[in-house]
């Protein structure tokens, strides 16, 4: 009866274990069959960076996270790197059928006795366990579930196919997958053109990767590496003489200083500044499952490389330049005040017992003291926290970097720049600031919001020429004007360095960059139409941006508004593309690792203009074309004329060689208290715009620094660059355009009497009727005729009876309400530089 209760159990056992076998095998058949499916290697898919490449598919960088890794097919390596492998990791690979029972035995007895005699692993049980496998599981399960992941490799995969994916997929340093990665990261050359010596120290790598870094442990590598060219010497895969001879080159040029980082950190970045925009803007092309730091896509862009290159180099001379001169200037004001007014506050202490100046001056000796803690003593602290875990004076050393944020946003000057390529829309540039780094990636050409200042005149001069109230021949009297405002207060302006002009055509207004005239201006058209305009121009739609960016006040009219660099280059790059709208891109297309096309952005961006219909055209063909010809008059004789050589500059050769003056037009713009420096223009092809300042307002740059003597000269010298070997172009005259000649004084037609003209562009329509009769009024019927008090002007060009011109009927009193000054108000009249703007 027991013997029969044994054996009832004993067969229940058996049973058991049968059915676990079974359903076991079972699900390891079933897991196996779908290998073929999951795991061909035709479908194998590594994670692989995303790479970024310009207009001329030139590779800027890529983009991935913990791998960097680049396939390479066993047919482009050299058999001296093959046979390297094979030596040291598996000898017999090409005999066994996924596993080494002398492998395994051998590694098992060095186990037992503590010696390193080896893995016992083989090139495929390796692979399996890469990628089935957790390897760093040591246990004897999971050696079981590598070696029958290795035998199922073995039956679907060839050994080439095997050895490929191996060679590929395996991690060989920081961040590096594969042969190729790893020999441009340590080599700086293609695993296809890699040597004797460097083969074998990338087979030392492939089974410690850490060890035997050469950068980190080049002792190490070395003594590994000699190993290596020894088996393949002892297998007949080299000559002595031959590994030798490679293993004394590599070490002779070995470089002992180079630093061992992260292939992510290390990576090449030749436009760090778009690269970043390019990374944002993918943001709103990946979604879903997709993960461009480990799909492998591939993004064509719009940059070109040598346009950036030539930006940023123009860039960092000039922010190096106005940051100079703002330390030059600051250090001067500081020291003046602390030898001028600092003894005068000690004086007031003594004299009269005053303790709130006291207290002042002793608030200054605070800030400096605090200030060099945060620059020169903060780090140093900050690196002792980390180093000794000093936790409670890590909340100190945060708040002293805060500070030095704060202090450099307000004391470092920073600059941004971009171009547009005016028939496409197409980002060539961008320059984001300084320089980019972890602390720095605020991209200012894109993100930052400032004063466009005088810069933004054109765009509602734009609105002004639509109205046919004003042309470019309209006389515009530049003489001091109090303006009262919607809320009854007076709004008294001023120009640029506190001068006046007196009598001037409207040309000259905006090539000189006058502020009276260009408020007359704004006053003749209202706000309605230049917010709408101005709008218009820049892409702004929404209601809300729309009424936040325009405040209703005459300011506006002076760039006292917050606008990004490229907003500012869309809007004068639809002056230069005939009026027709301009929408900005930087991605053209997105592929897959396996080059189709995902994403075609650039093809999207011309279907939706071509949908626009009618509403392509932002401004008329004919506006545009008056708005550059105004802006050629400020390259001619305004404030861009010394940023251009005087249109030396703009002598480029065309695509046949022979030498011409490029069209072009632009404006700068300085904003109050010398805190921004613009200039934005355009040829027919480009349109660049530029700006210097601070990240956080309240600083000045200098009297000295304009966007005419700073960002003027870059505008001219980029513009040289960028024209070069394109063919002719002229901006298109359209139909509706007519040329007159007009007194250069009243900007009537001509008489006799008029002592020079000059020949304008006007809408149809537009030419002046009446002739000039300005000349042979004296100076105080001229004056009686404005309706102004004539001792309020003293011109060097009135003495001695000379006669004065007078506006055209009607646009006396334009612009209304406005009064005159008061006499106390009366100022002299100096001469005006048309550098400073």
Known sequence: MKGFFLTRVVSFVAILLAGAIGVGLGLSIAVTGNIENEENYRSFNPALPTKIFDSENVKITEFSADEKRELISLSELPRHLILAVLAREDPDFYNHRGFSIRAITRAAVGRLLGKNWGGGSTITQQVAGTLYTNRREMTISRKIREL???????????????????????????????????????FGHSARDITLAESAVLVVLLSSPVNYNPIVNPDVAMDRQKSVLDKMVELGYATREEADASFDTYWAGFDYTAMGVSAYYSREDKAPWFSEYVRRELDKFVYGEMDYYRDGYQVRTTLNLRFQELAEAEMAEGIAKANAAFKTNAGYGLARAERVFVPMANMLLLGFNMEDVYAGVEHQDEIKATNKYAKLLNPVVDMMTLAFDIAPVKPMTAGAYSMLKSITEENVVEGALVVLENDTGQIKVIVGGSQYNETNQLIRATQAKVMPGSAFKPLYYSAA???????????IFDAPVI?????????????YQGTWRGSVLLYEALALSLNIPALKVLDGIGFDAAIDRSADLLGITDPREKSVTFPRVYPMGLG???????????????FANQGRAVSPYAIRTIEDRNGRILVDYEADIQRGLEDMGAGIQVISPQNAYMMTRLLAKVIEAGTLASGSGYGAKL?????????????????????????????????????????????????????????????GPIWGNLMQEYNQGLPRRDFVRPSGIVEATVCRTSGLRMTSACPSGITLSFLEGTVPEE???????NAGDFRSRLGMNPALFVEENLAGGLTMPTLPPGLENLGSPRREPNESEKVEIPSYDPLWD
């Open 148 to 186: 029958w992941w290795a035998l199922q490799m073995e039956r679907r995969y060839t050994k080439n196919e095997i050895l490929e994916i191996y060679l590929n997929y395996m991690n060989m340093g920081p961040g590096l997958y594969g042969v190729e990665t790893t020999s441009t990261y340590f």
């Open 465 to 475: 020429i639509d109205s046919r109230k004003f042309t470019m021949a309209t006389q």
């Open 483 to 495: 303006f009262d405002t919607a809320a009854g207060q007076p709004y008294i302006p001023n120009n």
């Open 560 to 574: 006292i508004i917050a606008v990004s660099p490229l907003s500012m280059a869309r809007a004068f790059a639809v």
């Open 651 to 711: 002598n480029v050769k065309d695509d046949k060689g022979v030498t011409y003056r490029i069209p072009a037009g632009g404006k700068t713009g300085t904003t109050q208290n010398w805190s921004d420096a613009w200039a934005v223009g355009f040829t027919p092809y480009y349109t660049i715009a530029i700006w210097f300042g601070f990240d956080k307002g309240g600083n000045s740059l200098g009297m000295n620094v304009s966007g005419a003597s700073l960002a």
């Open 771 to 777: 002739f000039c009769d300005q000349h042979g009024l």
